[in-house]
């Protein structure tokens, strides 16, 4: 997976022993996601939420823990592969009060696996299901193979996925977990104006929260990466660098978060060769669009911006197949419609954003710049208020764009406020 590790005497040898220390962090994980899985179906929401907080939590505290301490570098990557396994027994401790207050208990059985007919039908669904959300992991892996021979590349890719990854965390994710059960509840009862209308539904809401967060990580890709990795050995040079791969990366950010939503519509309907496809798409794009990559930019040294700019279009590509097969899927069923308009909305409201937030970074420089040395308070200052008055300008852009998903929001925070 990174043959280009074996230049470097002692790197891939750290590299083994690090994986062979985390591996239990496989199955507590595995296991977390089924219990996530469990209580989400039940409706049991806010447990399987907090769950991957416990996950940061545990690495935010070892990493603080190494720093105070003072750890040596061969000592603090130890600790942080201890503190990665840590988060994964922690995020499944919290779930499990919560299933056994539904009356789920563990009873490990070892026998008759294979006659019971649940267990054969989820493999049956399983299978194809795995490998149809794999794209984006398997692309992650074909890139690390071909950063591995450049340079501080898989370290770049490595920093801007994982920036990238936070709204999808945070809003993909969430979308998704939510949308997952309303399909799978509206496919059992043969609602399928209701799978239809609940995936419009879900994209919308997508993109209603990541296209402002795509365009804000391209705007602000050097301030954010500035402010929180510019520290040590990390330099100037190493955040232009990360932030032109973050910029390759978040081009498919509405896709990542949208193929999470879309593919369970199909699993929810027991139609699990589409997202395969969609998924065999997805990698021999970005596997075609590396090689190119890196016959045409690595000479100038961007060849790790194309394999972002790879995976980015791979997903995207992988969500297109999604999108005109269910759409072929539901064809004769009624369902919402006017998503094309709402996207053009959002389009607007975030290209207004994204000025602003960028006139916001230059008067900030042009008022500041002088008086405060380049460092974390300049950053600060300029991430801070660009994120803020770049915020506030979307918001009020849907609103005068009249965006729906602004109105259910405000709607939402109404009814909380007179509770």
């Known amino acids: 997976l990174a043959s280009g590790f074996e230049a470097v005497p002692g790197k891939l040898e750290l590299t083994a022993y ?42 935010i505290g070892v990493g603080t823990g190494l720093w105070l301490g003072g750890a040596a570098p061969e000592t603090a990557v130890v600790g942080w592969a201890l503190g990665t396994l840590l988060g994964g027994i922690l995020q499944l401790a919290i779930q499990v009060p919560a299933v056994r207050r539904d009356g789920f208990r563990i009873r490990p059985r070892f026998t008759g696996l294979l006659e019971d ?48 990854y936070v709204p999808i965390g945070i809003f993909g994710v969430a979308i998704a977990t939510v949308t997952t059960s309303n399909l799978a509840r509206r496919a059992a009862q043969k609602d399928l104006p209701g799978v239809r209308a609940g995936l419009s539904q879900g994209l919308r809401h997508v993109a209603f929260l ?64 589409v997202p395969l496809l969609g998924s065999a798409a997805a990698v ?34 992988n969500l297109a197949i999604l999108r005109i097969a269910f759409g072929k899927l539901m064809t004769g069923v009624p369902g919402s419609g006017g998503s094309g308009l709402q996207l053009l909305k959002v389009l607007t409201a975030a290209a207004i954003m994204g000025a602003v937030a960028y006139g916001t970074l230059w008067a900030v420089d042009a008022s500041l710049g002088k008086s405060l040395p380049r460092g974390t308070l300049l950053q600060l200052v300029r991430v801070l ?35």
């Not at 071909?146 to 770049?156: H, K, L, R, V, Y």
């Open 284 to 317: 021999a794009t970005n596997l075609v669009l590396n090689l190119i990559a890196y016959r045409y930019l690595r000479p100038m040294g961007l060849g790790y911006v194309g394999l972002a700019v790879g995976t980015s279009l791979g997903a995207l590509v």
């Open 117 to 164: 007919p649940a267990l054969r039908r989820i493999a049956k669904l399983m299978a194809p299901a795995t490998l149809g959300l794999a794209a984006t992991e398997v692309n992650i892996f074909i890139n690390t193979q071909f950063a591995s021979t450049e340079p501080g590349a898989n370290a770049w890719l490595n920093y801007a996925f994982r920036l990238m």
């Open 385 to 419: 208020t660009a994120v803020g008055l770049g915020g506030l300008t979307y918001a009020a852009a849907c609103r005068v764009l009249r965006v729906g998903e602004m109105s259910e929001i405000l709607s939402a925070v109404r009814r909380r406020a007179k509770r």
């Open 18 to 59: 690090l994986a062979r220390l985390m591996m239990p962090f496989l199955l507590a994980i595995s296991v977390a996601a089924v219990l996530m899985g469990m209580l989400n179906a039940r409706g049991r929401f806010s447990v399987p939420a907090l769950a991957p907080t416990l996950f940061n939590v545990a690495a």
């Open 210 to 273: 990541t296209i402002p967060a795509t365009v804000g990580l391209a705007v602000l890709a050097e301030s954010i990466i500035g402010l929180i990795y510019e520290h040590g050995r990390f330099t100037a040079a190493d955040t232009r660098q990360t932030a032109l791969a973050l910029m390759g990366y978040v081009l498919g950010l509405y896709a990542y978060s949208g193929v999470k939503v879309t593919a369970p519509a199909f699993y929810s309907l027991e139609r699990t060769l």
